[in-house]
T-cell receptor
Framework: GENVEQHPSTLSVQEGDSAVIKCTYSDSASNYFPWYKQELGKRPQLIID?????GEKKDQRIAVTLNKTAKHFSLHITETQPEDSAVYFC?????????FGSGTRLQVQP | SAVISQKPSRDICQRGTSLTIQCQVDSQVTMMFWYRQQPGQSLTLIATANQGSEATYESGFVIDKFPISRPNLTFSTLTVSNMSPEDSSIYLCSVEGDRGQKLFFGSGTQLSVL
């Protein structure tokens, strides 16, 4: 089955800096890669996703890149704000349900 | 995205008892998924619930411990049976979006077992 690894487990940045979270996956058949943001005590919320036929996708301050050959994908958050502080999960899927990474706790220092 | 209502939102239960969690979706969906999120951990798929057939369980999860019902295309239940403190987790139901693969989550059930 699919295995998703996520790094780093914790990330602290200053407000206004960029944050990058990286994930690798094992199943070459995976073709969909979403990112979720989970604030304390709340459900995971889909913030951006990318499909395997696209190398990069951007939505305002958030971007995701995908390297199918290397089987890794990354989340980039620019101009970070304190409200970006949360746990971020990457995930991957092809033919089955989503497999999630272990999560990254992002802390944006004001 | 679908509106997913999950209840109870939280419960405190005694060891050895069972709790049934309900998940209601505002539209018909083919597959519903149940995830567990242990404290400070990631999301782990328990099972996939299809209407009209037995649920498909992931490795490490069995029907006797986590029986699932899926009586129609908008509703599912997950029961956590014979609970122990190790079952203390957040349990989340989820459904796919219109185009498949996109996953949306219910609000979760915070379960504490004493």
């Amino acid at each position: 089955g699919e295995n998703v690894e996520q790094h780093p487990s914790t990330l602290s940045v200053q407000e206004g800096d960029s944050a990058v979270i990286k994930c690798t996956y094992s199943d070459s058949a995976s073709n969909y890669f979403p990112w979720y943001k989970q604030e304390l005590g709340k459900r995971p919320q889909l913030i951006i996703d990318i499909r395997s036929n696209v190398g990069e996708k951007k939505d305002q301050r958030i971007a995701v890149t995908l390297n199918k050959t290397a089987k890794h994908f990354s989340l980039h958050i620019t101009e970070t704000q304190p409200e970006d502080s949360a746990v971020y999960f990457c995930a991957a899927t092809g033919r089955r349900a989503l497999t999630f990474g272990s999560g990254t706790r992002l802390q944006v220092q004001p | 995205s679908a509106v997913i209502s999950q209840k109870p939102s939280r419960d405190i239960c005694q060891r050895g008892t069972s709790l049934t969690i309900q998940c209601q979706v505002d539209s018909q969906v083919t597959m519903m998924f149940w995830y567990r999120q242990q404290p400070g951990q990631s999301l782990t798929l328990i099972a996939t619930a299809n209407q009209g057939s037995e649920a498909t369980y992931e490795s490490g999860f069995v029907i006797d411990k986590f029986p699932i019902s899926r009586p129609n295309l908008t509703f599912s239940t997950l029961t956590v049976s014979n609970m122990s403190p190790e079952d203390s987790s957040i349990y989340l139901c989820s459904v796919e979006g219109d185009r498949g693969q996109k996953l949306f989550f219910g609000s979760g059930t915070q379960l504490s077992v004493l």
